[in-house]
Nanobody, 124 residues
């Protein structure tokens, strides 16, 4: 059974960094794009970043380009999101998700498997 478990969220000051991890079990890397979504209070869920399992191609939302870096470790079945220069507007619940195609990997409605989410709060 496929499972995704996020970790690494927390409270950080503006300008700080956090590293999120997603442990994936029961997954065949070749079949999915994997990525991160987030949902802030009162807002719709949005795609943050994703990576193609087949060729490593990456996508970043404009709001996080240059600050966030996505990576995967196929040997450890782990997806990571390094978040630097965090801003209060990055505050949200962050979710790891699998999508069947890279070209839809930033669309929440296309994600097929979800983790439970981890809270990231950026505040002084």
């Amino acid at each position: 059974q496929l499972q995704l478990v996020e970790s690494g969220g927390g409270l950080v000051q503006p300008g700080g960094s956090l590293r999120l991890s997603c442990a994936i079990s029961g997954y065949t890397w070749d079949y999915y794009a994997i990525g991160w979504f987030r949902q802030a209070p009162g807002k719709e869920r949005e795609g943050v970043s994703c990576i193609s399992s087949s060729d490593g191609k990456t996508y970043y939302a404009d709001s996080v380009k240059g600050r966030f870096t996505i990576s995967k470790d196929s040997a450890k079945n782990t997806l990571s999101l390094q978040m630097n220069s965090l801003k209060p507007e990055d505050t949200a619940v962050y979710y790891c998700a699998l999508t069947s195609t890279y070209y839809a990997c930033s669309v929440p409605e296309m994600a097929e498997y979800w983790g439970q989410g981890t809270q990231v709060t950026v505040s002084s």
